[in-house]
């Protein structure tokens, strides 16, 4: 049986999407909220995700069996004095923050070992604020718990069957793997996009000839490049050592590879691009983790008018929903001009026999 009462230090993109999978999963779900911006807590309130709001950690999170704490990694401590005061002896306290060695810290600092379980939905956008969150963001995402070693057993594995219950993969580790972890797959990763954008911006000409061509295969490993500076800024200067430690490691792979491009040794570099590929595609294929799998098709068409709508209607016809679709005009790594992408992999298959039927030539996408 869940608790039902859940409150929220902090209502942007990670702490809105829980709080929208709650009162959407849990149907007694009783959610307050606090914020530093007062538009947004309206905003949560007309559209139901907030119970209660208020305009400071008060009383009312008294009342709640889980308290989030949702807010930047900057603001935890100043956050977590307010809500030592109002915490009752039965709330469980978590965060949702990408570091996680830190927030123990400060925990243990607090005397708040036995009521922490720390969180991580490996989930996020390009896109923060509350006015992005939306339920399915936690949706088959892993969502990393790191336990105190004091926390009652029976209250993490409560905690686990919610995360369960709101359609995310509950996975426990230590502060210190988890730590290690994301700085490999998810810190060290903005890093290189950041420098490797960066590097094209400084090489490119006064007339932004790199920029104007530059490729799919640019855009999707640069995407997460567009992710909020304030955040990653926080997050290397949180968990420095080990993307340090990782950071080193890649250099001297760079380096190696210079070394075999250099020298032309093609059985090398045969080897660089074939041992990433057959690892890359043993991963997951499902959306779990920072690396998310899309629906996508992308269909040949006719540069003419009409020819987009041609298609949208077709597949409205046969009730088919599209997430996504746009227009390719660089096609050096995909065929296709038209790529579509679907909110299910059902929808995948249905699309293509009814496009081939109507003579589209159709790649999918991975």
């Known amino acids: 049986m869940v608790s039902n009462t859940f409150g929220f230090i902090g209502l942007g993109l990670i702490g809105g999407s829980i709080a929208r999978a709650i009162k959407e999963k849990l149907t007694d779900a009783f959610v307050i909220a606090y914020d530093i911006n007062p538009e947004t807590l309206e905003t949560a309130k007309q559209e139901h995700v907030a119970d209660v709001i208020t305009s400071s950690i008060d009383e009312a999170f008294s009342a709640c069996d889980y308290i989030f704490l949702c807010a930047p990694v900057q603001k935890n401590d100043e956050n977590l004095q307010a809500v030592k005061a109002v915490l009752s002896p039965a709330c469980l306290l978590t965060d949702v923050g990408s570091v996680k060695a830190e927030i123990h810290r400060t925990i243990h600092e607090a005397g ?38 004091t926390v009652p057993k029976e209250k993490v594995a409560a905690y686990r069957a919610l995360i369960q219950r ?83 490691d890649y250099i001297a792979s760079l380096t190696e590879i210079k070394k075999n491009l250099d020298m032309r040794k093609e059985d090398s570099l045969y080897e660089l691009f074939d041992t990433a590929r057959i690892y890359r595609d043993s991963f ?13 098709i992308s269909i040949d068409i006719e540069d003419e008018p009409g020819a987009l709508a041609v298609v949208v209607a077709i597949l409205a016809a046969e009730g088919i929903s599209i997430k996504n679709i746009g227009i390719s005009h660089n096609r050096e790594f995909e065929g296709g001009v038209l790529r579509i992408e679907f909110y299910e992999e059902s929808a995948i298959q249905k699309a293509k026999d009814i496009l081939t039927d109507k003579q589209y030539s159709i790649h999918q996408m991975i």
Request: proline fraction near 5%.
């Open 112 to 149: 708040l070992d036995r009521q922490f379980v720390g969180g991580h939905p490996m989930a996020g956008s390009e896109r923060v604020g509350f006015v992005n969150s939306k339920a399915v963001l936690l949706e088959n995402a892993y969502y990393i718990l790191t336990p105190t070693d």
């Open 166 to 248: 709101l359609g995310a993969l509950p996975l426990i580790l230590t502060p210190a793997q988890h730590d290690y972890v994301t700085a490999a797959v998810s810190h060290l990763p903005h890093v290189i996009a950041a420098s490797l954008v960066n590097l094209v911006k400084d090489s490119d000409s006064e007339d932004g000839i790199m920029k104007m061509i530059a490729a799919g295969g640019f855009k999707d490993i640069t995407r997460i490049a567009s992710s909020s500076p304030v955040m990653w800024q926080q997050i290397c200067l949180t968990n420095t050592e080990n993307i340090s430690e990782l950071l080193s």
């Open 284 to 296: 997951i294929n499902a959306s779990s983790g920072p690396i998310k799998r899309s629906y996508s």
